[in-house]
């Protein structure tokens, strides 16, 4: 296994629209997240999963973002109705569930531009 | 309730000249400290962490942190910097529990830009 991959790498879309990103973990982490970073900014938590469950969601993650993990592998992250302000590089990670170290294995990104 | 704070935002210097980039935490919980590197539009690479032990942490590209809990700070050096250095850095604090995963707060990143 390579690492945590994500896709599409670019996505332009107009105001308005509806996206989904793509996660891939690594294949024996069980426990995955989403994290969002804007220009200059550090990345901030988004949300986490430990296999198929949610347990957690940040405040920034409007009603108009939804996440899933169906069959606790892959993980799409769907934004309903893009506004400006959600251009950003949607990261992903994961971790494994047991001897962990608290590390994050981290993605390229996926960067998305609202216009 | 945690916290970074990256006391630089841009950190210019010359090839083959020491470098320091610092960083102050803040945690109600036991501490786990991280220091990640990004180049530009690529994800986040783990240069080191501190998670117990020795305070002096060694990591990958010839980078070392140093934790001190007195000051709350866990600075990152290195005696001689690279072109290939310059990029984005970034420390961490993790409220990892083993029952309930990691969350890292992040600072808001150092630019490190080696100059020839």
């Known amino acids: 296994d390579t690492g945590v991959s994500q896709d599409p790498r670019h996505k332009i879309t107009k105001r308005g629209q509806n996206v989904t990103f793509r996660c891939d973990p690594i294949?024996?982490?069980?426990?995955l997240y989403w994290y969002r970073q804007t220009l200059g900014q550090g990345p901030e938590f988004l949300t986490y999963?430990?296999?198929?469950?949610?347990?957690?969601k940040s405040r920034l993650l409007s009603d108009r973002f939804s996440a899933e993990r169906p069959k606790g592998s892959f993980s799409t992250l769907e934004i309903q109705r893009t506004e400006q302000g959600d251009s950003a590089m949607y990261l992903c990670?994961?971790?494994?569930?047991?001897?962990?170290?608290?590390?994050?294995?981290f993605g390229e990104g996926s960067r998305l531009t609202v216009l | 309730a945690q916290s970074v704070t990256q006391l630089d935002s841009q950190v210019p210097v010359f090839e083959e000249a020491p470098v320091e980039l610092r960083c102050n935490y803040s945690?109600?919980?036991?501490?786990?400290l991280f220091w990640y590197v990004q180049y530009p539009n690529q994800g986040l690479q783990l240069l080191l962490k501190?998670?117990?032990?020795?305070?002096l942490v060694k990591g990958i590209n010839g980078f070392e942190a140093e934790f001190n809990k007195s000051q709350t700070s866990f600075h990152l050096r290195k005696p001689s910097v690279h072109i290939s250095d310059t990029a984005e850095y970034f420390c961490?604090?993790?409220?990892?529990?083993?029952?309930?995963?990691?969350?890292?707060?992040f600072g808001e990143g150092t630019q490190l830009t080696v100059n020839p």
């Open positions: 945690s109600s919980v036991s501490v786990y």
């Open positions: 501190y998670l117990s032990g020795s305070t």
């Open positions: 294949s024996e982490h069980n426990r």
């Open positions: 999963f430990q296999n198929e469950a949610q347990l957690e």
């Open positions: 961490a604090v993790s409220d990892w529990e083993e029952t309930s995963g990691s969350r890292l707060t």
């Open positions: 990670a994961s971790s494994p569930l047991y001897h962990s170290t608290g590390e994050l294995f």
